[in-house]
């Protein structure tokens, strides 16, 4: 099967909502992510990454997830919660980038959440979506990455049930100065039957409930 690249669409999930990515969501993108705790990971180029003040912040987003010219084969989403009392809030962005049709590769990756829903069923529904998405247009790897210290996003990809392709050394230079080593995973289509019937064992044990904020 050969890769397409997709349409800009809208992903619906049971408890989240992938809609293209619109400056519209910047309000609320702020609000989410722009806090010390996620980019204290890696998140962005780590903690000096960080925006101070909404005006820097909406000039760093916009680059973050359309590119300094506006990548027109990225597909970045804004993450929203679908149902509940919390419906239709902005708790996270991620995108879909770096196509290579010919290899039929992609990335999911410029993924940050709100720290009131890490550990709820976003990250596996909004994944499951995503490479859905990617799979069903004949892609047949997805590379998902993370800063190698940062623990907590790398469990969360190995849950998935994402395979570590290796460890990149010295791959980009944060902003604070010092050199990143990127831990490189990625879900092959052999993999995916798998892969997908894990996420929705994961979903199903979420039950009905939808997505609430919990405590900062």
């Known amino acids: 099967m050969t890769a397409t690249l997709p349409e800009p669409a809208e992903l619906l999930g049971r408890r989240v909502r992938l ?3 619109s ?3 910047l309000p609320g993108l702020f609000e989410a992510i722009c806090r010390p705790e996620v980019f204290a990971g890696g998140f962005g180029g780590g903690p000096a990454g960080l925006p101070v003040g909404r005006e820097v912040f909406d000039v760093w987003a916009t680059r973050y997830y359309l590119g300094d010219a506006g990548d027109a084969t990225a597909r970045p989403f804004t993450v929203r919660l679908e149902g509940g009392p919390e419906h239709g809030r902005v708790v996270g ?5 770096d196509f290579d049709l010919g290899n039929e590769s992609t990335h999911i990756g ?4 709100d720290p009131r829903v890490w550990g709820t069923a976003v990250n596996a ?5 995503l490479l859905s998405h990617a799979f069903d247009h004949g892609f047949g790897r997805v590379k998902i990455q993370a800063d190698s210290i940062n623990a907590r996003s790398r469990a969360a990809i190995e ?4 395979k570590l392709d290796g460890v990149m050394r010295r791959d980009k230079r944060r902003v604070d100065g010092s050199w990143r080593d ?3 995973y990625s879900v092959i289509i052999d993999e995916w039957p798998e892969v997908r019937g894990g996420l929705e064992a994961r979903l199903a044990a979420w039950g009905e ?3 609430e904020l919990r405590a900062a």
């Open 159 to 162: 849950k998935l049930g994402a």
């Open 23 to 25: 400056a519209d969501d």
């Open 110 to 113: 410029w993924t940050a959440y």
């Open 182 to 184: 990127s831990a490189v």
């Open 209 to 211: 409930r939808p997505v």
């Open 125 to 129: 529904e909004t994944k499951l979506l």
């Open 93 to 97: 962005a991620t995108k879909l980038a």
């Open 19 to 21: 809609s293209p990515w």
